[in-house]
């Protein structure tokens, strides 16, 4: 019967913490290159400027070239009074107020055609 010697098992100790050691220093490798992605995705990131919502503008009516938006604000502001009343009178009256909007079937048709004029051209 043979018994192994200190060298022996030293020998098979070393060689058993070889393979453990390459796999630790490539996770390691790895581990390096997220953390390095992820500081160079947050570089990028961060390099990109925000717009600051305190400074932006609405374009004017001018801007826009609507001469009818100030009609239109007129009649969405209409739309939004209301009477605080619950009787039956005054829901009535709410209601045919707001039955304007139902008539906008002319303006929409020509808005419509307007808009395929410009699509064809």
Do not use: F, K
């Not at 098992?9 to 992820?38: D, F, H, Q």
């Amino acid at each position: 019967m043979h018994l192994p010697n200190q060298m022996e098992v030293r020998e098979a100790a070393i060689e058993s913490r070889t393979v453990p050691l390459s796999i630790i220093l490539l996770l390691i490798a790895c581990l390096l290159a997220i953390i390095g992605g992820l500081v160079y995705w947050y570089s990028l990131v961060m390099a990109i400027p925000i717009p600051d919502p305190a400074t932006a503008t609405r374009p004017t009516a001018a801007e826009n070239n609507e001469p009818e938006s100030t009609t239109a604000e007129a009649r969405t502001n209409a739309t939004n009074v209301v009477s605080t009343s619950d009787e039956l009178d005054a829901l009535s009256a709410d209601l045919d107020s707001t039955r304007e909007i139902e008539n906008l079937t002319p303006e929409i048709t020509a808005i419509e055609n307007e808009l395929d004029a410009a699509l064809n051209q």
